[in-house]
Nanobody, 120 residues
């Protein structure tokens, strides 16, 4: 069993900051990419930021310069969100591309989602 547990969502005023965390636990052999996606009603889930096992990061154009993704050696990924805008309001999902055994193929695992609301 693999679990991705997210925390840190909430309500914040425009211009404010939030920090999301996602910890992966369970039967994990290796983790490749870890990232954050977001989704609003009626729209497809979109990539926000990703951190690869090689240390590179990529961001959606809409969040570049405002959001920062990082990860530690304990299978935890963070998303620091600054200068938040109302259009950042969404459910944010943690994603990990990982293998549970050395002989298994990589698969996508998802957290349960955390609501971020940016409103005055």
């Amino acid at each position: 069993q693999v679990q991705l547990v997210e925390s840190g969502g909430g309500l914040v005023q425009p211009g404010g900051s939030l920090r999301l965390s996602c910890a992966a636990s369970g039967s994990i052999f290796s983790i490749n990419d870890m990232g954050w996606y977001r989704q609003t009603p009626g729209k497809e889930r979109e990539l926000v930021a990703v951190s690869t096992s090689g240390g590179t990061t990529n961001y959606a154009d809409s969040v570049k310069g405002r959001f920062t993704i990082s990860r530690d050696s304990k299978n935890t990924v963070y998303l620091q969100m600054n200068s938040l805008k109302p259009e950042d309001t969404a459910v944010y999902y943690c994603n990990a591309k990982l293998r549970i055994r050395s002989w298994t193929t990589q698969a996508d695992y998802w957290g349960q989602g955390t609501q971020v609301t940016v409103s005055s």
